[in-house]
């Protein structure tokens, strides 16, 4: 049986390159072509000495593809997909441009208009957690933001089972690749090393798709999320910490009201590949360059709240791994094909 052909628009960027990664050695599908502006004309195995496997000249245009990733900056994500979903082209893109149902939050959150309202009707966030079954049918599928991928699997559970109130406080630390590959002061070596620093606490783009998707899993719950998002010095992972009170009486008191929490966890997750419900609080490390998501969640007794603790790999759950994941959901193969490797220790 002939594979499926692939592309990657901008694998010269940290989310395009680790997407190079994971399809080279993906048994269904073959990487045929690969774009980049900086870097056009060259091998792509000469700018990136780790793909030497893959054969391939980084090229200014994406060839013939079933498929296409798209891992441009936000904006320019849109204009490269457009014309591809108008040829019947499969779409998996990495950038926050069909994210959002609200086409207001575009030019509040990103500063511009979304130039195709109704290709963002049909859009299907790619959480395949929380929506599988329209993964599976969609044409073009927005692979969540990489905090947001943390922040909402690991409060799902809990907000789907009406168990916290609506103001939740979400606590976010990334390593410097999150940012990019784009040359910045701020991710400079001598910045960011033996240093800790939170930003954007007026609000960081990601905090609207945390509430969208935390507020279409419970129609009575209205979510007020407070975003906190810290840099440090580490190159991948993201480790958030999600805080909210408990309803009284939801779950039993003490400790038996931790296990109840544990068991609703695992129960939302028994059937999911990538999300492990860990008996103690995770470390990005556990999660370095593997798709999984470890989440632990429990009670602070003295004040009734509920803590979880989510830990992720951003280039990979929360770019490239989930971006291959939803590839997999979208093609009809076993979900974990090709991404089915344990995290790199230590
Ligand atoms: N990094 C993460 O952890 C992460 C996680 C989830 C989602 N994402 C999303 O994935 C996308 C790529 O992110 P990234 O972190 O991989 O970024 P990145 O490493 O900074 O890559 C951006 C690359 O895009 C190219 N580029 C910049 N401006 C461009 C323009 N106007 N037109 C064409 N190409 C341009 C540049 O490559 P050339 O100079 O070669 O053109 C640059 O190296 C973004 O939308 C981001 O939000 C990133």
Known sequence: ?????????????????????????HPS???VSVTGRSAAGQPLKKIFPHLANIDLTIQPELGKVDLAFSAMPHKESAKEIIPLVSQGIKIVDI??????????????????????????????????????NEIIAAQLVANPG???TGAILALAPAVK??????DIIVDSKSGVSGA??????????????????AYAIDGHRHLPEITQELGLLNTEFKPEVTFVPHLIPMTRGILTTGYASLYQGKLSSGTKGREELRELYIDFYKNEPYVRVMEAPPHTKHTWGSNFCHIFPTVDIRT???????AIDNLVKGA???????????????????????????
């Open 180 to 197: 990019g590959r784009t040359l910045s002061l701020t991710t400079h070596y001598s910045e960011v090393n033996d240093d800790v620093g």
């Open 1 to 25: 049986m002939s594979k499926t052909k692939v592309g990657i628009i901008n694998v010269t960027g940290y989310a395009g390159v680790e997407l190079a990664r994971l399809l080279s050695k």
């Open 161 to 166: 089972a009406g168990l916290i109130k609506p």
């Open 320 to 346: 490239a791994g989930q971006a291959v994941q939803n590839m997999n959901v979208m093609l009809g193969l076993p979900e974990t094909t090709g991404i089915d490797m344990p995290a790199m220790f230590p």
């Open 146 to 148: 990489c905090y947001p």
């Open 95 to 132: 950038s926050s441009d069909f994210r959002l149902k609200d086409i207001n939050a575009y030019p509040t959150w990103y500063s511009f208009n979304h130039p195709a309202p109704e290709m963002l009707e049909k859009a299907v966030f790619g959480l395949p957690e929380l929506h599988r």
């Open 29 to 31: 599908v073959e990487l």
């Open 304 to 310: 009734n709240r509920l803590i979880v603790i989510s």
